[in-house]
Every structure is written in structure tokens, then in C-alpha cells.
């Protein structure tokens, strides 16, 4: 692993289903991706990051897998896969794959075995326990259900599921189900896939003895799933067994990392990497996700500061397929000069900083939320419980303002291609409602214009390609207490570059002592910085 090539491309993340649909079913496929890779290229993307294309029913959108050596049949066939590695090696794109071994599918040949009885061999391949005084084996509760155990009458017995109850938790304990994943990784990689995304792979590994939450009812305990002791000895192992020896990375979805316990991952051991935090992800809520509170610059620069100190190398991004979109998030959408303003804005504040950026689809022309009015528009196993659960508790305005907010379906209706019927997307009815707002915002629009979005990516990118310092600089934060601005500089030898961004919807003044030659800006006049203004300057 001495070639680090994920230090030096960017990342795009590709939602299958979502992409591009090349034969009028309405869902997205591996043939519709190869029809646009040479958009990919040409907007300076050096990495592919694939959410699962796997066998799967779906329950959540491929999160849960039913075969993992064969390809969803609406996305295509491994020819098409096998044709897609070669299409963006050919273009100089590497592919990582997406790796979900916390959970398989209920439908999975393992688990199917393993539910016919106490004595079948595949038994210990998942989480099975007796129930206590006729309820669950302990307090704990999923990401998605109230409960985190099923149970299952014809055995008598309840199995683990942090997720939905169609997405059984896989025994990590269990050393043979351990070689069959790592066999399964080795024929991806044999297929020439340059790497993985590891889907919640903090998780694998639970406490001895599944003990019980403090707390009342269901209680989510990521202290007894998340980083527990073991987890490294499993990701030490796959490094070995899988990874050793090739050319590729792997970042982890590491669900509950935090700055103290980051380098036990991605330091000098080197289970993984790269990492995935969600702090970022998490500044507007509060006790968790669907308590919808404002962005707050204070916590945002505290977040990135004691990140950028805490790892040698970060991963940059402001969403994917699990959150809503970025521009309506944290910048504005109140009219199309501020949608545009601010998307670059936080692009810029992001993409610039010590690390590799990872963007999602659709991201770049700076799609917003989805403007949901009806339980039918929903797609997600996430968003559909959450909504059932809350009218049994008579909130469902409450939830519906989650869903509005921060819902993943946000980020899942299709890509905006052009000012055509379904945006481009497919010639049939797409699988998930296309956004309204098409007409305006779409690819096709937005190559046509130099000052969008899209060829503001574009520039971005290729500026950090071209900036030595801002590939590899060091990260120091100026101006750490003021209100409006994030500033930062990065500095490799006597170069220096400065990113001053302004992040309210107020105009501000350009603090005098950043000068030096503009590489890149938008938004600001004599000195004076409009709402989501922007400098990129070398100060050489
Ligand atoms: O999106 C979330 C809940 O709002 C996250 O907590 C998310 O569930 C968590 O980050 C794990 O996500 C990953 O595994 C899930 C899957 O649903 C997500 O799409 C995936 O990114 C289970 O496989
Ligand atoms: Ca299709």
C-alpha cells in the first residue's frame, strides 16, 4: 500500500438506482452509468464510489444483501459490471464497491438456513438468543425499528437486527462466516474493483454478553456495538487475508467514531484508510437526527478543527445517499442567486480543506430537497417507520418535519440530466419521483453556463489537482471567533493559500490582511463579501 492514489482524486458516489436508467423500467443501471462516465471524466473525477449493486430485495435499496457474488438483475449482469471496471480504468477512474458484512438480507441463502432450527449448521452465522421472561433478549434498540430482535416462532428463538428486520445481523464471532466473507472480497477484488466503502463497519463486533442499555424501553446502545475490542482483530484479519499485498483502499463507514478513538482505525495500525465521521452530519439535530436545529458556524469550525488535528488525512464530504441535500441544508435556497452562491460557497469551505473529497450525485449541480407532501412519495424503510411509529404516537408533524428536513429519500430521486420529460432520467416512470425543479436544474443547463455550479466543481477541482498546497498543505483555521467567515490557510513550504468563506445570508467585510493573487472567488467586491461570498487566494 505505498501508492496512496486516494489521496490525490476526488470521489464521486453514484446511487444506482438514481443515476441514470438506460432501459425504460424507471430504475437506474450499470448500462445507464457507462453511457455517463465520460461526464465524469470530464468534470475531474478520479474515483467511483458504487453503493450496492448486489442481489438484493430491497427492503433497504440494496442495503441488504440476498446474494453478494451476483448483480441486482434490474441493475444488469456481471458482464455489465465487468465492462463498467473496464470503462473507468480505461478513463484513469478507479472503482471502489460498496461492503455491507454488518447485516445480510432475511433472504440470504445463509440466513435462510440459519432460521430452519437450532441445529442447522449456518445457525451461528447470525445472532440468535432465547428471550427473557417471554420478551427480547435485551433492551436494544435499531436504527430503524423500535426493537432491535425479531422473533422467530418456528425456533423459538429472536435474532439480532441493528437495521430493519429484513437485515439480519451477521455473527462476527463465528470464524468460518468470517472466510466466507473474506473469499467473497477477494473474487471482487480478482474482478479488478480497486477498493471497498464499508457499510457500518464499527458494528461488527458486539460486547460479550449483549448486555443491556441504561435506560428505559428501547434503548440504542452504540456503547456495546460500536468499536468494541474485537472489531479490530476482525479488521486486522480482513486487511490480511483481503487486502495485503494489492493496490487498494478501503474507507469505513465508521458509525460513532470519534477523534479519540479515529487512529485506532486509520493510524499506524492500519485497519482502514480512510473514515467516514458523521459530526459533521450531526451539528442540526439534536438527541438525535429528527430534532431539526439551525447551522451554527461555532460548532461547525470546532468539528473541522479537532478533525483536522485529530487524523493525518480526512475524508471531505457533505452528503450521501443516507442525507439530504447539501445546498438546502446548510445554505440557502431562498432564491436561485443564493442557490447558486451558496452552493459553491460550501463546496469551496469543504473541498479545500487536508483531505479527499467524496462527492455525491447530483450534488454538483446543487439539487435541493425534494418538496414531499404525502406518505406515497416515500421510498425509505427509514422515513416510512419513523412516520408509522410517530402516528401511533400522535407526532406525525413532527415527523413529517424531520422527513422534510433531513429524510434520505431527499437525496435519493433521480439525477437531473436535462429539461426533458423525467429530467433525462429514464423514458419510463422512474421508481421515485423526478424533482420538479428539472426544468431549471440539470446537467445539460448547467455545462452550457460558465458560472453554474457545475463548471464552478469543475474549476474547484482541478484547482486542487493544480495546488500543491492545497493537496497536501498543512491545515491551520484563522480568524477562529468570527461569526460570519470561515477562514483557513494551507501551507507546503513557502507556498500559502488562504479560503476565506463567508457563511450567513449577510454581507461581510474581507478581512484587509488576506490579500494575494485570487485564485478563485465569487461573490466578493472591494473588499466586501456578499452572503456566501468567497476568496481563494495565494499568498506567495
Ligand atoms: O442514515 C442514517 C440514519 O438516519 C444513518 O444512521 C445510517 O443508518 C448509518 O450511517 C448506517 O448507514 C449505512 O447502513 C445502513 C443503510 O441503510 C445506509 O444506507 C448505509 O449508508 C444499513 O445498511
Ligand atoms: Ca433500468
Redesign the pocket.
Known amino acids: 500500500m505505498s501508492e496512496q492514489w486516494w489521496k490525490e482524486r476526488a470521489f464521486y458516489q453514484i446511487y444506482p438506482r438514481s443515476f441514470q436508467d438506460s432501459n425504460g423500467d424507471g430504475i437506474g443501471d450499470i448500462p445507464g452509468i457507462l453511457s455517463r462516465l465520460d461526464y465524469l471524466k470530464w468534470l475531474g473525477i478520479g474515483a467511483v464510489w458504487l453503493c450496492p449493486v448486489y442481489d438484493s430485495p430491497n427492503a ?2 440494496g ?1 441488504d444483501i440476498r446474494d453478494y457474488e451476483k448483480i441486482m438483475s434490474e441493475f444488469g449482469t456481471l458482464e455489465d459490471f465487468d465492462r463498467l471496471v473496464e470503462e473507468l480504468h480505461r478513463r484513469d477512474i478507479k472503482l471502489i464497491m460498496d461492503l ?1 458484512v ?2 445480510s438480507s432475511d433472504e440470504h441463502a445463509w440466513f435462510v438456513e440459519s432460521r430452519k432450527g437450532r441445529d442447522n449448521p449456518y445457525r451461528d452465522y447470525y445472532i440468535w438468543r432465547d428471550g427473557k421472561g417471554g420478551k427480547e433478549p435485551n433492551n436494544w434498540a435499531s ?1 430503524f425499528t423500535p426493537s432491535a430482535w425479531s422473533y422467530d416462532e418456528h425456533s423459538g428463538q429472536w435474532y439480532l437486527h441493528l ?1 430493519s428486520e429484513k ?1 439480519p445481523d451477521l455473527n462476527w464471532e463465528n470464524p468460518k462466516l468470517r472466510e466466507e466473507v473474506y473469499a467473497m472480497i477477494n473474487r471482487w477484488l480478482d474482478r479488478g474493483v480497486d477498493g471497498f466503502r464499508m ?2 463497519i464499527s458494528a461488527l463486533a458486539k460486547a460479550p454478553g449483549l448486555p443491556d442499555g441504561k435506560g428505559e424501553g428501547y434503548v440504542f446502545t452504540p456503547e456495546y456495538f460500536a468499536f468494541q475490542p474485537r472489531l479490530h482483530d476482525y479488521l486486522r484479519e480482513m486487511r490480511r487475508r483481503c487486502f495485503d499485498g494489492r493496490q487498494c483502499m478501503c474507507v469505513g ?1 465508521t ?1 460513532f467514531v470519534t477523534t479519540q478513538n479515529a487512529n485506532s482505525v486509520v493510524g499506524d495500525g492500519r485497519e482502514l484508510d480512510l473514515l467516514f465521521h ?1 459530526d459533521f452530519m450531526d451539528m442540526d439535530g439534536q438527541d438525535g ?1 429528527w430534532n431539526v436545529i439551525p447551522f451554527d458556524l461555532r460548532k461547525f469550525k470546532e468539528i473541522l478543527v479537532r478533525w483536522q488535528e485529530a487524523i493525518d488525512w480526512n475524508t471531505l464530504f457533505w452528503g ?3 442525507q439530504p441535500r447539501v445546498v438546502s441544508r446548510f445554505g440557502s435556497t431562498a432564491t436561485e442567486a443564493l442557490r447558486v452562491q451558496s452552493a459553491k460557497m460550501l463546496a469551496t469551505a469543504m473541498y479545500l480543506l487536508r483531505g479527499t473529497p467524496f462527492l455525491y450525485q447530483g450534488e454538483e449541480i446543487g439539487m435541493t430537497n425534494f418538496p414531499f407532501t404525502s406518505e406515497q412519495e416515500l421510498r425509505d424503510v ?1 422515513s416510512l417507520n419513523l412516520l408509522a411509529q410517530a402516528r401511533k404516537e400522535g407526532r406525525e408533524a413532527w415527523a413529517w418535519n424531520g422527513i422534510l428536513h433531513k429524510g ?1 429519500d431527499n437525496a435519493r430521486t433521480p439525477m437531473q440530466w436535462e429539461d426533458a420529460p423525467q429530467a433525462g432520467f429514464t423514458t419510463g416512470q422512474p421508481w421515485i419521483a423526478v424533482n420538479p425543479n428539472y426544468h431549471d436544474i440539470n446537467v445539460r443547463k448547467a455545462q452550457a453556463d460558465p458560472d453554474s455550479i457545475l463548471c464552478f466543481y469543475r474549476e474547484l477541482l482541478a484547482l486542487r489537482q493544480r495546488e500543491e498546497a492545497l493537496l497536501r498543505g498543512a491545515f491551520r483555521l484563522l480568524l477562529p471567533e468570527h461569526p460570519q467567515l470561515l477562514a483557513y490557510e494551507r501551507t507546503l513550504g513557502s507556498d500559502r493559500v488562504i479560503v476565506c468563506c463567508n457563511f450567513s445570508s449577510t454581507p461581510a467585510a474581507l478581512p484587509p490582511e488576506f490579500t494575494g493573487k485570487s485564485l478563485l472567488r465569487s461573490g466578493i467586491h472591494d473588499g466586501h463579501m456578499e452572503p456566501y461570498g468567497f476568496t481563494v487566494l495565494a499568498d506567495k
Open positions: 433497504d435499496m442495503y455491507v454488518n447485516h436504527f437495521f437485515q457499510d457500518v463507514e458509525t458523521f437526527k450521501n445517499h443516507d427509514e434520505r
